[in-house]
């Protein structure tokens, strides 16, 4: 499975646009983007995948450049709730069971 | 709502002692994970199941053993807790159709004293 890169923290002005950035250039051709994140002391939670085409649902839009080397999580309107860890992982798409592996993420602090 | 549940969402226990936290889910899903993580560190896979077929993880020490007694409940015994396995333990599940797409609980947190 492709290597991701994170920065390791970003901040956020309470109300703007947070737009996390994640490095994949070896994704294949059949390797899917997903974003997770953690609030602290949470469990993760599932955020959006995609695999060439923007996607946009309730939490977020992802932005896959065309040549899918990086992509780019984007909450529209950052609240202080939306601090947390993102994890940016690189899978193929599994209709069995995937041993999802976690790197170090990125840090989101929303400020007030 | 479906969702996972874990207890006790808080555990203290002596350096020796055995612990067992659970989980539980009402989503029907077919795999059931555990992850260990620890302080500020990415959650760290321990073993999963796919149905009733257990499979474990490389790296995690004999010393977690794991039991799921039926597709709603999966067990993490830790038999001679040490020091070094002070976490957090996160329980997750899948589908099969989307198999990528994991529901967390909100952990369980062990401290050993």
């Known amino acids: 499975d492709a290597k991701t890169t994170q920065p390791t923290s970003m901040d956020c002005a309470e109300g703007r646009a947070a737009n996390l950035p994640c490095n994949h250039s070896?994704?294949?051709?059949?390797?899917?983007v997903y974003w997770y994140r953690q609030i602290h002391s949470q469990g993760p939670q599932y955020i959006i995948h995609?695999?060439?085409n923007n996607e946009t649902n309730e939490m977020a839009s992802l932005i896959i450049t065309e040549d899918r080397k990086s992509s780019t999580l984007i909450l529209p309107h950052a609240t202080l709730r939306d601090t947390a860890v993102y994890y940016c992982?690189?899978?193929?798409?599994?209709?069995?069971?995937?041993?999802?592996?976690f790197g170090p993420g990125t840090s989101l602090s929303v400020i007030p | 709502d479906a969702m996972v549940i874990q207890n006790p969402r808080y555990q203290v226990t002596q350096f020796g002692k055995p612990v067992t936290l659970s989980c539980s889910q009402t989503?029907?899903?077919?795999?059931m994970y555990w992850y260990q993580q620890k302080s500020s560190q990415a959650p760290k896979l321990l073993f999963h199941?796919?149905?009733?077929?257990?499979?474990n993880e490389a790296d995690t020490p004999d010393n977690f053993q794991s039991r799921r007694p039926n597709t709603s409940f999966c067990f993490l015994d830790i038999r001679s807790p040490g020091l070094g396995d002070a976490a957090m333990y996160l329980c997750?599940?899948?589908?099969?159709?989307?198999?990528?797409?994991?529901?967390f609980g909100a952990g369980s947190r062990l401290t050993v004293l």
């Open positions: 997750a599940t899948s589908a099969r159709l989307r198999a990528n797409v994991l529901t």
């Open positions: 070896t994704i294949s051709g059949n390797e899917y």
């Open positions: 995609g695999l060439k």
């Open positions: 992982i690189v899978r193929y798409m599994k209709t069995s069971y995937d041993k999802v592996i």
């Open positions: 989503l029907n899903h077919n795999v």
């Open positions: 199941y796919y149905d009733k077929d257990f499979n």
